[in-house]
């Protein structure tokens, strides 16, 4: 008898360009990624709606929005549920919901309806070992050419960090506009490391610096002091 294989969905790699889909969501259609096109973007799936993680996990987003709206970047929610039980939870999470200080908090950014669970598949956030019915908890950080930058995966039981998620897309924007790395941990206002010296000179030259601003733990570790106020000025707008 022939073996019954698991099937395995693919999964969008970091450098590679977002897969692109049509669909349905709480805020009309919209056309992924050409609708992100010059904003940031995080796409992400819940398990289900109407159950409690997801429930703190949206509320603490949608709390959020402003402040990654304001880092250019743009929120996209997505379960495989169907769009009138998606408007049915927002409704609830606003009228009847108060969490940690939170209530009255209305969901405006879009909800994917994904009950065929084409997209699901298409961003590899079924994992049968997890679930079958249900999207783990998937992140895509998206740039504005619509490249995937960042990928995180957390089963059902865990709630995200949003104040992560947050780090994640600064840092990833000032490493863009600074030609830099950023260390453990990074916060704005933190030294961040300078590339890698490519050749012997170069390492040399790093090593005998006498630059205030730059410290080099040794010749292939070299920090240098990047300004709170410039790294906040270059990404958040006002
Ligand atoms: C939750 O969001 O609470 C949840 C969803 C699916 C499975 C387990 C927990």
């Given at each position: 008898m022939e073996e019954k294989q698991e099937q395995v969905f693919a999964m969008p790699r970091i450098g590679e360009k977002a897969p692109e889909f049509k669909a349905v969501t709480?805020?009309?259609?919209?056309?992924?990624p050409g609708d992100y096109k010059g904003s940031w973007v995080i796409l992400f799936s819940h398990p289900a709606d109407f159950t409690p993680v997801c429930t703190s996990e949206f509320m603490t987003f949608a709390s959020m929005e402003k402040d990654f709206n304001a880092a250019n970047c743009k929120l996209v929610g997505l379960s495989v549920d169907g769009l009138y039980s998606h408007i049915a939870w927002l409704r609830t999470?606003?009228?009847?919901?108060?969490?940690?200080?939170?209530k009255n908090v209305e969901v405006t950014f879009p909800l994917i309806e994904d009950i065929t669970m084409e997209v699901a598949k298409k961003y590899?956030?079924?994992m049968p070992g997890e679930s079958n019915t249900k999207a783990v908890r998937a992140?895509?950080?998206?740039?504005?050419?619509g490249i995937v930058r960042t990928v995180l995966y957390y089963p059902l039981s865990l709630g995200r960090n949003f104040d992560e998620l947050y780090r994640i897309v600064i840092a990833l924007q000032a490493a863009d506009k600074?030609?830099?790395?950023?260390?453990?941990d990074w916060q704005p206002g933190d030294d961040v490391i300078v590339p890698t010296a490519g050749s012997c000179g170069v390492a040399k030259e790093r090593?005998?610096?006498k630059d205030e601003d730059t410290h080099c733990y040794d010749w292939f570790f070299c920090t240098k002091k990047l300004d709170k106020q410039k790294v906040l000025d270059a990404i958040i707008k006002k």
């Open positions: 709480t805020q009309g259609e919209i056309n992924f999470i606003k009228e009847k919901i108060e969490y940690k200080g939170m590899g956030m079924m992140v895509f950080v998206i740039d504005p050419n600074f030609s830099v790395a950023t260390p453990a090593m005998e610096s």
